[in-house]
């Protein structure tokens, strides 16, 4: 159970920073008081990272590391997703109503689930980190998970991070009205040029790794 147990912290103290791609929509769907599309968007990114912890812990990175080619594609298409998010949010201003806070149709439930797991599942970063994670954490304290170990990690990974993010979800849903609208528009904005700022940022390094 050692397994279950620390791959729930390492996904809920690892969700923590505010500065994935991931966090930036969850944060401006939360700021459209699009509370029940940013949990499925959370759910979907943390299916994606859950997988990636799982390649990492059965040694998934050894691969990539001798064709590095594959991430450097799966980099692209991620810039380039991020580009075009931020641009259609962009179009759009923080009018929601608190209405929206419900969950979307069927159609739409599969919708930003896909979206959720898109994003992080064209996140390589995620793969390294999670193999640094794991390497760093045998290092410091020279505990070697059984096979029922490295398989339940990659399993509670999901549920910590969900539990963060639905936290942080909670507290926004708390206190929003308190920064008015005006504010949470331009925080929308920024968040959508942020979004495209990543994307090209993550394009330019592929071109200059090239």
């Not at 690892?14 to 959370?42: D, E, H, K, Y």
């Not at 059965?58 to 080619?69: H, N, V």
């Not at 507290?171 to 609208?181: A, Y």
Request: proline residues 4%; positive net charge.
């Amino acid at each position: 159970m050692l397994g279950l147990f620390l791959g729930f912290i390492f996904g809920f103290i690892g969700s923590m920073p505010l500065t994935g791609p991931i966090a930036v929509v969850v944060l401006r769907l939360a700021f459209l008081n699009q509370f029940g599309q940013a949990r499925l968007v959370m759910v979907g990114a943390a299916l994606a990272e859950g997988i990636y912890c799982a390649l990492a812990m059965f040694g998934f990175d050894i691969l990539t590391k001798k064709y590095p080619m594959t991430l450097e594609v799966i980099r692209t298409f991620s810039g380039i997703l991020l580009i075009v998010l931020g641009i259609v949010f962009l179009r759009t201003t923080a009018t929601a109503s608190p209405s929206q806070d419900k969950l979307p149709s069927e159609e739409g439930f599969k919708r930003y689930i896909l979206l959720g797991f898109t994003i992080s599942g064209l996140n390589p970063v995620l793969l390294v980190s999670w193999a640094t994670a794991i390497a760093m954490f045998h290092s410091l304290t020279h505990i070697e998970f059984s096979l029922l170990g490295k398989i339940l990690f990659p399993v509670a990974v999901p549920f910590g991070i969900i539990s963060w993010f639905s936290i942080l979800l909670y507290l926004l849903k708390q206190h929003k009205e308190k920064l008015g609208m005006r504010v949470t528009t331009i925080l929308v904005r920024l968040i959508s040029l942020i979004l495209i700022i990543a994307g090209i940022g993550i394009i330019i390094k592929k071109q200059i790794l090239l």
